[in-house]
């Protein structure tokens, strides 16, 4: 199972909107609503910010949403703020009753 | 609130089985909705899910492919924990390694553990 495909990094000034796309195949993202998003902070653990492809947990900054196109999902952070500058994961169940990540990326507040 | 905290070594030479333990409070390993997780994560290989373990009347185990007939994940209810065994390490599997629930099997992951870095060398 190949890692699912993300920027390394996206930049944004303070308040703008950026989105980080994840591109799989038909057999995890574009076969399935499970597609989740995690932010991690350096030294910590993942922090569940998107599940469900657009649900957003209860606590998590509405400036956090997801959507979905084929195979391909999207993170948007809007109105960014110098606290979102991090690590993004993504991650979709698989076909094979397993999850595939995706590499990572980073974003960057200018 | 759900809770996970991690033990285990975080030395482990070659050839050797790592074996790590996730501690859950708040809610219980023989849930009949949660399937309880290990993750790791590497620079080379990012984040990794391993498998998983679950409860629905008799446990079952869906494991990665990366390392199926080296891994093994099991419950113990009398401590409300579960554990995560590799067999034959190489250096390849030094890693920090959570441990995360899947609350109602809906296939997202919260809460994670601590993390714990598992360096494979002699």
């Known amino acids: 199972q190949s890692a699912l495909t993300q920027p390394a990094s996206v930049s944004g000034s303070l308040g703008q909107s950026i989105t980080i796309s994840c591109t799989g195949t038909?057999?995890?993202?574009?076969?399935?609503?499970?597609v989740s998003w995690y932010q991690q902070h350096p030294g910590k653990a993942p922090k569940l910010i998107i599940y469900?492809?657009?649900k957003r947990p209860s606590g998590v900054s509405n400036r956090f949403s997801g959507s979905k196109s084929g195979n391909t999902a999207s993170l948007t952070i809007s109105g960014l703020q110098a606290e979102d500058e991090t690590d993004y994961y993504c991650?979709?169940?698989?076909?094979?009753?397993?999850?595939?990540f995706g590499i990572g990326t980073k974003v960057i507040v200018l | 609130q759900t809770q996970l905290q991690q033990s285990g070594p975080g030395l482990v030479k070659p050839s050797q089985t790592l074996s790590l333990t996730c501690a859950i409070s708040?809610?219980?390993?023989?849930?009949?909705?949660?399937?309880w997780n290990w993750i790791r994560q590497s620079p080379s290989r990012g984040l990794e899910w391993l498998g998983r373990?679950?409860?629905?009347?008799?446990?079952?185990?869906d494991y990665a492919i990366s390392v199926k007939g080296r891994i093994n994940i099991n419950a113990d209810t009398s401590k409300n924990h579960f554990s995560l065994q590799l067999n034959s390490v190489t250096p390849e599997d030094t890693a920090v390694y959570y441990c995360?629930?899947?609350?109602?099997?809906?296939?997202?992951?919260?809460?994670w553990g601590q993390g714990t870095l598992v360096t494979v060398s002699s």
């Open positions: 995360a629930r899947d609350a109602n099997s809906e296939n997202w992951f919260d809460p």
């Open positions: 708040g809610d219980s390993v023989s849930s009949n909705s949660a399937s």
């Open positions: 373990t679950y409860y629905r009347s008799k446990w079952y185990n």
């Open positions: 038909s057999s995890d993202v574009g076969g399935y609503n499970y």
């Open positions: 469900d492809v657009t």
């Open positions: 991650c979709s169940y698989t076909s094979s009753t397993t999850y595939v």
